[in-house]
């Protein structure tokens, strides 16, 4: 009797200095009790989780999907194992390669044990070698971009020299002068516009999550281009559900990524076009679709349009879309064009706030 006291004190031991973080919970996903290492991992203290549910360790961008396809695995096969996003008490987001496997008695479940290995160091990793990548591109981009500022100097110079004759000339011609200085300007805005979106591509900003109202964020914007949609006779209407649409976002990108996309819209109509933007919400995920009526996408270009550079445009840089697809990324969502010939439909997931 004392000797199988003393051994479940030492399986208890074990249980509380693994330094791996341990969990457990009973069959419902109550927490019973959970270890020291993760209360260093995750912040809590076991008086603070016990009698809690594991929805406290939930991460935003895990969908419920994610959560109901691993119970279903648990139930089935007994077990489950793979990487996941956690959240510490302080909101801060842990990677970690979880464990889950259950606790037996007398042949009967009574609860499950979950271990999580702290992913965070091999993740940085992964994410250095991603950026190095990113550079590789950046790289080209840098070789493309010098390509594509040696037309236009060459056009800025010999158009300075022209206006230049001119005014050394007796017969000043007004006119001639003036039409040569626009077309100086004009190249002058190009390369502006090519440098900047160069530097806002390769400067990428770190993405700040926080919870936001996404129908605010889609309203506010009405306001930045409704001088341009006036001029153009084009009407941007909005399709949103009556409730707030709270989800994490980078508010900033999200603007971003929606000027960008109705610029494309505006672009790419005619005088009385229209733009519409919705939003739709189900269990798993946010749906923010932005449509036009404008000519739409040929099926051989539908490829490439997220790609760095690819511009139909005479004017265009190509990367509009590119850096809308990188910062929809950087919010864990994703951005899809739907073959919705005549007019451009995206489509932009975003994941709910699962708390
Ligand atoms: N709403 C749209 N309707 C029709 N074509 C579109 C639309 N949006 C994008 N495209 C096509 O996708 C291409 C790439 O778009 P993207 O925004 O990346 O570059 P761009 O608009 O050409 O240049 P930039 O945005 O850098 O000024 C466009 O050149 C155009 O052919
Ligand atoms: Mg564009």
Redesign the pocket.
Known sequence: MNNSKHSVSIFYNAFLYSTDAIILTDTKGTITDINKAFTKLFGWEPEEVIGKTTKILRSPGTSNEFYETMWQSINKHGKWKGEITNKHKNGTLIPVLLSITPIVENKRIIGYMGIDIDMTESKKLQEQMARSERFATIGQMAAKIAHEIRNPLSSISLNAELLGDEIQSLSFDKNEADSLLKSIMNEVDRLA?LTN?YLQFSRMPATVLNKHDLKKVVSNIKLFVEKELKSKKISLQLDLPPEPVILYLDKDKMKQVLL??I???I??LNNNGFINISIKQNQIETHLLVS?N????EKE?QQK??EPF????K????????I?KQMVEDQNGSIHFLNNKPG?Q?LIILPNDSN
């Open positions: 516009k979106e960008n996309m610029r494309n819209s672009e790419s036009d404008g000519p739409g996408i270009d349009i997220f690819y511009t139909t445009k004017v265009g840089t190509g990367l509009g879309l590119a809308c451009a995206f």
